[in-house]
């Protein structure tokens, strides 16, 4: 089993800037991909940011030149950097991680959600 441990959400002004982290734990085999998916109220969950271990990325278009993801394989963590932050950009965000001993059937884990509000 995986744990993740999210942190760096909150309050920020329109334009300001934050960053999100996640810490992967437990029983590790090998992390295929981890990344970050966000939410609103009655909304479906939808991809943010995703980087695999290679270094790989992929960006929602609404995201794109204002977020960064990075990764440190040795820590297990990933990292959103979030840039000239809107007011849209509102809502929860999950960690996700992919990981296991097949790429092609992979264990999906999730964080606990954070909590991103951009407003003045």
């Known amino acids: 089993q995986v744990q993740l441990v999210e942190s760096g959400g909150g309050l920020v002004q329109p334009g300001g800037s934050l960053r999100l982290s996640c810490a992967a734990s437990g029983r590790i085999f090998r992390i295929y991909a981890m990344g970050w998916y966000r939410q609103a109220p009655g909304k479906q969950r939808e991809l943010v940011a995703t980087?695999?271990?290679?270094?790989?990325?992929d960006f929602a278009d609404s995201v794109t030149g204002r977020f960064t993801i990075s990764r440190d394989n040795a820590k297990n963590t990933v990292y959103l950097q979030m840039n000239s932050l809107k007011p849209e950009d509102t809502d929860v965000y999950y960690c996700?991680?992919?990981?296991?001993?097949?790429?092609?059937?992979?264990?999906?884990?999730w964080g606990q959600g954070t909590q991103v509000t951009v407003s003045s």
């Open positions: 996700n991680v992919k990981e296991g001993t097949n790429y092609y059937l992979p264990n999906v884990y």
């Open positions: 980087i695999t271990s290679g270094g790989s990325t």
